[in-house]
């Protein structure tokens, strides 16, 4: 049985810092691409960033670049986000997710192509 869980989400004032952490069990954490994802109440999921099967690859949303890292530990099955300067408009569910596609670029794999995902984690920033 697949299971991907997210964790460290919270409340933090503006310009503070959070990181977040999924595990996976269940599956071959290392022949996964992983990604997170974002979304707020009255606006579409938005894909804030994502990671190659070996960690060597990453992409980020505009929206975030500069800001959050991502990584990913496959010895423990892990995902982190790493968010710092954290503004308002970052104030979303958060969700991880894991996909077993082929392609890995900076549009793919797309969210359709994520076979597993988590509950989330909320993050609210306040001003």
């Known amino acids: 049985q697949v299971q991907v869980m997210e964790s460290g989400g919270g409340l933090v004032q503006a310009g503070g810092s959070l990181r977040l952490s999924c595990t996976a069990s269940?599956?071959?954490?290392?022949?996964?691409?992983m990604g997170w994802f974002r979304q707020a109440p009255g606006k579409e999921r938005e894909r804030v960033s994502c990671?190659?099967?070996?960690?060597?690859?990453?992409y980020y949303s505009d929206s975030v670049k500069g800001r959050f890292t991502i990584s990913r530990d496959n010895a423990k099955n892990t995902l982190y986000l790493q968010m710092n300067s954290l503004k308002p408009e970052d104030t979303a569910m958060y969700y991880c997710?894991?996909?077993?596609?082929?392609?890995?670029?900076?549009?793919?794999?797309?969210?359709?192509?994520?076979?597993?995902w988590g509950q989330g984690t909320q993050v609210t920033v306040s001003l």
């Open positions: 990671i190659s099967r070996s960690g060597a690859n990453t």
């Open positions: 997710a894991a996909s077993s596609s082929y392609f890995f670029s900076a549009s793919r794999p797309r969210a359709d192509e994520y076979n597993y």
């Open positions: 269940g599956l071959p954490f290392v022949a996964y691409s």
